[in-house]
Structures are given as structure tokens and as C-alpha cells.
């Protein structure tokens, strides 16, 4: 019985039956949320966020933070769009538009291990690098507007719009980052050292760690989670514009801390990402559906950021011991 207890009281469990509680939960509220259908294809709409959060997840470990996802996203898809409009094979400018993703992580990452300036100042101004660069692409390639750049060919298209065995590509390429990635934090030498780095980058460098490399490497990893939702969010929308996720840095770094990683490093898991991840898409869908616009839908996944932060950091000893000092002196009080 006990060891039932302390199952349940493991986060990523507690967010797995969160996850089935918001199902049915909108489920009751509103007519046909369950078909299966439509909740799979659902996915289509949010999978850009796991794919992201899921490598930002090696960042936050190390105790730093990438905020310049959203502007890699944008990067990556004019930099496909104009690489294909100028004559590249689209599966060739795919696998360069990955290797420039990679190279923009690789920057941020440079300076993050090199340097003592803080992540969130570094990748602050990689947000806007990355987003100026993909603004003079954009308008050297004459995209305008909500256009972009239009036209890909059918089999691109349905890299994030067809289906295999019934199942949405989208899912499928879900389960393998999952797979993939969660090989690599949990089951590797590498992994072992994203943690360490985190508990004590002083301790990992005495121990022999590459503690530059790994830090490095991580930011990589989260330019290439950017590309790759860059990459599929192109695919949709069918459109190549420079300014796709621009909003997604909130979302992202809201499933990677409500999935249980600590902002303070050392902590974190794959799989806690993706079902928060899951638990923020089915959130944004569930209140969009309920007539929520998207600006209060922000709020909501804004406040779960916060009170997620706070529930994971709190000393709750430290709290149990405050209400057990107030309930003494209200007795003595009392007594009087």
C-alpha cells in the first residue's frame, strides 16, 4: 500500500491522472470533445510544443533556459521556404534548414559555456537575432503578410497533414522524439551528465565531465527541437512565413517545468515533458472550444506555469511546521 502511495505521489503520475481528469473533464462540459477523431487529430494543432519542449528539457536541466525557441521556429521555416523556392529538393533543403536550427542553438550555447553571462540574457538576445534574420529572409524572398511562401509539394504537406495506419504523422513523429530523446537523457553516458552538470557544474568539471561541451551540446539540441516544429508547423499551414512560432515560448517552457524539470537544474524527465505537453494541448483546445480566445488561454496556461513552479519548490515541511506553530498558539490563546 505504501509503495501504491508513493507511486501516486511521483509528479509524472500525478500529471498522468491530470491529464485523464481534464479529458473528462471537458468531456462532460462539451458535446463530442472525446471522439476519438477529433482528439487525435487535435494533436495536430499543439505537437509543435512537445517537439520543442522536449529538447528544451536537456537546457533546463543544466539550469539554464533557451527563450529563442519561438524565434528558431521562424528561422527555420522562411529558411526552408526560400532554400525550396530557389530551386533545392525540399527533403534536401529540410536537412539543411535542421543543420542552420542546430547552428542558431550552437551560438547561443557558445557563449552560454564560455562566457559568465546568464542564459536568459544570452538567448534574450538570440530571440532577436534570430528574428531579424528571419525578417530580411522574408523580404528578400518578397514574402509578405499572413502569405508567406506557398505552394510545397503534396508529400511535404503530408509530413504534419497525412496519417499512417490511421494515426496522425504528427503522433508518430511524437513517439519517436519521445523515444529518441528519453534514450538519449535516461539511458546514456551523455544523459548522466546533462544531469550532473545541473547538480553541480563545479563538481562535474573536477570529475572529468566536458562540462562546456555538454552545455554546448544542450543548447544545439533545443535549436534542433526548433527547427523541427519550425519544420512541421511549415508543413500545416503549408506556408513558410517568418513569424510561426512567435508565441510559443510560453507554452514550451510551461511543459518543460509543469513536467516536474527544476529551473534550478538536476531534475527533469522526457516523459514528464511530453505529458504536460499533452495537458497544455488538450487545454488550449478544451478552452478554445469553450469560446476562450487565445489571449485568455495564455492566462490560464500563464497561471500554471506559476503555481506549478511554486508547488514543486515549496518546502512543504517548512509549511506543515508554520500551521502546526499558528494551530499551538491559537490553542494557548484559546486556553487563556
Known amino acids: 500500500m505504501l509503495q501504491k502511495l508513493k507511486l501516486f505521489l511521483i509528479w509524472e503520475t500525478f500529471l498522468t491522472f491530470f491529464f485523464v481528469f481534464i479529458l473528462l473533464s471537458f468531456g462532460l462540459m462539451i458535446p ?9 487529430y487535435s494533436i495536430n494543432d499543439f505537437a509543435y510544443i512537445a517537439l520543442a519542449a522536449i529538447p528544451m528539457t ?13 524565434s528558431i521556429m521562424g528561422l527555420s521555416s522562411i529558411t526552408l521556404g526560400v532554400l525550396w523556392m530557389n530551386g533545392m529538393d525540399i527533403w534536401l533543403a529540410l536537412i539543411v534548414t535542421l543543420l542552420i536550427s542546430a547552428a542558431a542553438g550552437f551560438v547561443n550555447g557558445i557563449i552560454v559555456a564560455t562566457t559568465d553571462v546568464q542564459p536568459l540574457v544570452v538567448t534574450l538576445g538570440g530571440m532577436f537575432l534570430f528574428a531579424g534574420i ?16 506557398s505552394g510545397f509539394p503534396n508529400g511535404f504537406v503530408e509530413l504534419a497533414n497525412g496519417q499512417l495506419l490511421g494515426i496522425p ?7 519517436s522524439t519521445i523515444l529518441l530523446f528519453g534514450a538519449l537523457l535516461h539511458l546514456t553516458r551523455y544523459g548522466r551528465n546533462v544531469y550532473l552538470v545541473g547538480i553541480n557544474i563545479k563538481a562535474a568539471r573536477y570529475s572529468g565531465i566536458s562540462t562546456k561541451w555538454t552545455l554546448m551540446s544542450t543548447y544545439m539540441l533545443s535549436g534542433l527541437g526548433g527547427g523541427i516544429s519550425g519544420i512541421i508547423l511549415t508543413s500545416y499551414f503549408s506556408s513558410a512565413r517568418s513569424d510561426l512560432g512567435g508565441d510559443a515560448v510560453l507554452p514550451v517552457i510551461t511543459a518543460v517545468v509543469l513536467g516536474g524539470t527544476s529551473i534550478f537544474g538536476g531534475k527533469g524527465s522526457i516523459y514528464g515533458t511530453a505529458i504536460a505537453s499533452l495537458i497544455i494541448g488538450i487545454m488550449q483546445y478544451g478552452l478554445q472550444m469553450a469560446s476562450m480566445t487565445s489571449q485568455q488561454t495564455s492566462v490560464v496556461i500563464g497561471l500554471m506555469l506559476i503555481f506549478s513552479v511554486l508547488f514543486r519548490n515549496t518546502d512543504w515541511q517548512s509549511v506543515k511546521k508554520l500551521f502546526h506553530y499558528a494551530s499551538n498558539v491559537s490553542h494557548k490563546k484559546g486556553g487563556i
Not at 536537456?58 to 539554464?64: N, R
Not at 504523422?169 to 513517439?175: A, E, G, M, T
Open 169 to 175: 504523422n504528427s503522433i508518430w513523429l511524437l513517439i
Open 58 to 70: 536537456f537546457v533546463i536541466i543544466t539550469g539554464g533556459i533557451d527563450v529563442s525557441v519561438g
Open 32 to 40: 463530442g470533445f472525446l471522439d476519438m477523431s477529433n482528439l487525435l
Open 134 to 149: 528571419a525578417l530580411v529572409l522574408s523580404g528578400g524572398s518578397s514574402a509578405s503578410g499572413y502569405e508567406g511562401i
